[in-house]
């Protein structure tokens, strides 16, 4: 039998040898056709590869009637409707690895040009053909604190690389084992003031509600004077408005920018600047990057056209003939709710351990998958998927577990998913109602029930009078609306869920903290 395979845009030529030269394979290529003449194309494929050229969106999934499954030849997948997907049974694939090397090379690149200034000493010489050394008086690496924000794959890999320039590096990341850090001889800090001392800073975070404007005007303020800011990972971590002031000021010396909010960003305001060196999204641009990108596509789309795998899948299709239809809001709650104690204490996860009674339990297997997906999404984003879930958590020395217990809650099935982290241990319980309504029942002992989804304020404190009146004024004086509030009250003081209809900054989250019967805070988006 023969699978179509089509490629909808360009990729590097060996990955296409891999699709023409497999006798199981249908290979159709269509890069080179517009995006509506594709609409017809894919209506017979199989599988899909894709870049960031095509997106993968409802008019896209209507046409491609057939289609098992798609691969986006890169990490990004922000042109691909994973919940589309989803609902359609449509498995959506990305190849997360492959470029790490070129990424870390251009943030390289882009930190020596800061230093040096090298493309303003070039197009001089070269353009202008003026030979004036006096102009270029740079700086070194060597001894210059650089702070790096997120020390995954790349992260971690560039602060390698700055120490054998003898730099003295420092890293923010409050989603692993320090040891990470220490072992390869960089500093591990849990105060982001250290970061925002140093001399460089460069960020390597996915792009998530916690990392958009991670670094805004405020952080900047805090800054040297004369720092240098790197972005390489995803357009929008640095607040561009603030990055742009900061830049104009002198406040910010140089800045080495590869990725855009808005791209193509050829009419940025910071490409008028003079301190800058700017790229576009040259991040996976390399020849060596590309043929990996290529030919791991490849192999994934024929893996997944075969049906034998499907690595760095992103979703979870819904097999209906696999799973009875009552277990599959236990999974999407149990991946929520292990989502929610995953925002409520933003440190390092050392174990996840799920409780089930009823009949869910006898689906624990697929519960601890979708534990780790929740509990490790607001960490790594678009690196955690159903497929790898279980050995990332392996890898990074967390705990997964889970147990069948006595049916004495009163409900027909239940699940509590604890999180303990470096701070402590947290937990949360759930259930369905009729069918489809998906409940938390009870939060870190406080019984309650609340529907997870939305902006929803934690607030834990001291059982005393007037607090809900304080909370409530303090949200009303900043134009926070309240959809919902549910109060959970025991021996040891207080609980309120409040759910919002706006989001809620750092600063009303703060004030809040400061009330006199508060004892813990946390905003959490569901």
Request: one cysteine or more; charged letters at 20%; a negative charge.
């Amino acid at each position: 039998m023969l699978y179509t395979i089509v490629v909808c845009d360009h990729i590097h030529q060996n990955g296409l040898k891999l699709l023409q030269t497999n006798s199981q394979i249908n290979y159709v290529y269509a890069a080179d056709i517009d995006k509506t003449a594709l609409l017809d194309v894919i209506k017979d494929a199989d599988v899909c590869i894709t870049r960031s050229s095509t997106d993968v969106d409802t008019k896209f999934l209507d046409a491609a009637k057939k289609l098992k499954a798609v691969v986006r030849a890169g990490v990004g997948v922000d042109n691909v409707d994973l919940n589309e997907c989803s609902k359609r049974g449509v498995i959506a694939m990305n190849v997360p690895t492959a470029n790490t090397i070129a990424a870390v090379e251009l943030t390289m690149a882009h930190m020596l040009s800061c230093a040096r200034k090298f493309p303003y000493a070039h197009n001089q010489l070269k353009n202008d053909r003026i030979w004036k050394r006096e102009d270029w008086y740079g700086t070194e690496l060597y001894g210059k604190k650089l702070g790096v924000i997120g020390f995954g794959n790349i992260g971690s890999r560039v602060g390698i690389r700055s120490k054998a320039f003898g730099m003295d590096v420092i890293t923010y990341d409050p989603y692993i084992n320090p040891s990470k850090a220490t072992d390869v001889g960089v500093t591990y800090t849990k105060n982001f003031d250290d970061i925002l001392a140093c001399d460089i800073i460069t960020i390597h975070t996915p792009k998530n509600s916690e990392t958009t404007n991670m670094i805004d005007a405020d952080k900047i303020a805090k800054m040297k004077d004369g720092v240098v800011l790197i972005n390489c990972a995803r357009g929008g971590l640095y607040n561009e408005e603030a990055l742009v002031e900061g830049l104009k000021s002198g406040k910010i010396a140089m800045a080495g920018i590869d990725v855009f909010s808005k791209e193509p960003a050829t009419n940025h305001p910071i490409l008028d600047l003079p301190n800058v060196t700017v790229t576009a999204h040259l991040g996976a641009n390399t020849l060596e990057s590309q043929e990996k990108i290529a030919i791991q596509a490849a192999e994934n789309a024929i893996e997944a056209a075969l049906g034998a795998s499907y690595p760095n899948a992103l979703n979870l299709p819904i097999d209906e003939t696999k799973i009875p239809s009552f277990v599959k809001p236990y999974l999407e709650l149990t991946q929520k709710m292990a989502y929610l104690l995953s925002q409520t204490d933003k440190s390092a996860i050392k174990s996840i351990k799920i409780e089930a009674s009823g009949d869910i339990a006898d689906y624990l297997d697929s519960i601890e998958t979708f534990a780790t997906v929740g509990g490790l999404k607001l960490s790594l984003a678009e690196q955690i998927n159903y497929i790898n879930a279980l050995f990332v958590a392996k890898e990074r020395d967390i705990e997964v577990s889970s147990t069948k217990t006595a049916n004495t809650s009163g409900y027909k099935n239940k699940l509590t998913i604890k999180l303990t982290t470096q701070n402590g241990v947290y937990s949360v319980s759930g259930t369905i109602f009729d069918e489809e309504v998906q409940r938390i029942v009870e939060i870190n002992g406080f019984s309650l029930d609340i529907e997870p989804s939305g902006h929803m304020i934690l607030f834990s404190n001291s059982d005393v009078p007037g607090v809900i009146g304080e909370v409530g004024k303090l949200l009303g004086d900043n134009n926070i609306n309240i959809a919902d509030f549910r109060l959970g009250r025991n021996k040891s003081g207080a609980l309120a869920v409040i759910v919002v209809d706006e989001e809620v900054n750092s600063d009303i989250i703060a004030k809040l903290a400061q009330l006199k019967a508060a004892r813990s805070v946390a905003y959490v988006n569901v």
